[in-house]
T-cell receptor
């Protein structure tokens, strides 16, 4: 079946540091891939998405590229801020239109 | 403002009691979903509904029930049959079937604690 694997957290880094969160997936067919973010005390919100191989999703300084050859969708940001502290979820949608989420990676950015 | 409203935000329940979590949306979305979030396990789908008066079981439906009598409402009942109900519950909606956009809109969640 489909699955999403993310690096475990928490990831702790200083403001202005470079952030990478690894995400790999297994799926039949060609799913769309997503990153969702959950700020403290809130629900999840869509951060970015990519619908086919080699697509790059980007939003709020975050980027992720759909790599079919490595079945990966790593999230990156060049210079994080304290306000980026949150839990980040990688996800894919299956052929029935349901989202499959990874376990989430907590990111803590310190001043 | 348009969005999804979940209530209550915090709920305590004694063992053996049923409890109903409310989810209301004013986005005019067709599809609605209930997820359960546990530490280190991500989100797991409990039930989903793509149209009024119809709903489908997700991956962990046992011990839960839902109804979809109105487009804007999708309440979740956690029954006494649910063996480990303490969790954070998230309701979400999407414009239509996920395959078209993949975007879910989430409420702020309800935290249920069984005493």
């Amino acid at each position: 079946g489909n699955s999403v694997t993310q690096m475990e957290g928490p990831v702790t880094l200083s403001e202005e540091a470079f952030l990478t969160i690894n995400c790999t997936y297994t799926a039949t067919g060609y799913p769309s891939l997503f990153w969702y973010v959950q700020y403290p005390g809130e629900g999840l919100q869509l951060l970015l998405k990519a619908t086919k191989a080699d697509d790059k999703g980007s939003n709020k300084g975050f980027e992720a590229t759909y790599r079919k050859e490595t079945t990966s969708f790593h999230l990156e940001k060049g210079s994080v801020q304290v306000s980026d502290s949150a839990v980040y979820f990688c996800a894919l949608n299956d052929s029935w239109g349901k989202l499959q989420f990874g376990a989430g990676t907590q990111v803590v950015v310190t001043p | 403002d348009g969005g999804i409203t979940q209530s209550p935000k915090y709920l305590f329940r004694k063992e053996g009691q049923n409890v109903t979590l409310s989810c209301e949306q004013n986005l005019n979305h067709d599809a609605m979903y209930w997820y359960r979030q546990d530490p280190g396990q991500g989100l797991r789908l409990i039930y989903y509904s793509q149209i009024v008066n119809d709903f489908q079981k997700g991956d962990i439906a046992e011990g839960y029930s839902v109804s979809r009598e109105k487009k804007e409402s999708f309440p979740l009942t956690v029954t006494s049959a649910q063996k480990n109900p303490t969790a954070f519950y998230l309701c979400a909606s999407s414009i239509d079937r996920l395959a078209s956009t993949g975007e879910l809109f989430f409420g702020e969640g309800s935290r249920l604690t069984v005493l």
